[in-house]
């Protein structure tokens, strides 16, 4: 349970894009050598930095909706399968 709670609540793909903002940032940072104007031109990365922790939300969902349906169907087929072979063994026993 506490793996599948894991699973479903991870936050890695946030971390990995709020390294990422914070790395652009830092490089854009020391190559403006901190002008006046420096605060204004940090304004894009963490655009771009909410942007991609965005993305990476709706992709996490997207898959964690994936594999929920490709676990489903699974089941159902091998339900349909064992049904199958249900009514085989119950064909010759009734009247």
Same mark, same amino acid.
């Given at each position: 349970?506490?793996?599948k709670l894991c699973r479903k $609540?991870?936050? #890695?793909?946030?971390? =990995? #894009?709020?390294?990422? *903002?914070?790395?652009? =940032?830092?490089?854009?940072d020391f190559m403006i050598k901190?002008? $006046? $104007? *420096?605060?204004?031109?940090?304004?894009?990365?963490?655009?771009? *930095?909410?942007?991609?922790? =965005?993305?990476?939300? /709706?992709?996490?969902?997207? #898959?964690?909706?994936?594999?929920?349906?490709a676990a489903d169907k699974h +089941?159902? &087929? %091998?339900? &349909?399968?064992?049904?199958?072979? =249900? /009514? %085989?063994? %119950? *064909?010759?026993? +009734?009247?």
């Amino acid at each position: 349970m506490i793996k599948k709670l894991c699973r479903k $609540n991870s936050i #890695s793909p946030y971390i =990995y #894009s709020v390294i990422f *903002g914070f790395l652009l =940032y830092r490089i854009y940072d020391f190559m403006i050598k901190c002008s $006046n $104007n *420096g605060i204004l031109r940090t304004v894009p990365t963490i655009i771009f *930095g909410a942007i991609t922790t =965005y993305i990476a939300y /709706q992709q996490h969902k997207i #898959s964690s909706a994936q594999k929920d349906i490709a676990a489903d169907k699974h +089941r159902l &087929e %091998l339900f &349909e399968k064992r049904f199958e072979i =249900y /009514q %085989l063994f %119950l *064909g010759p026993v +009734r009247p």
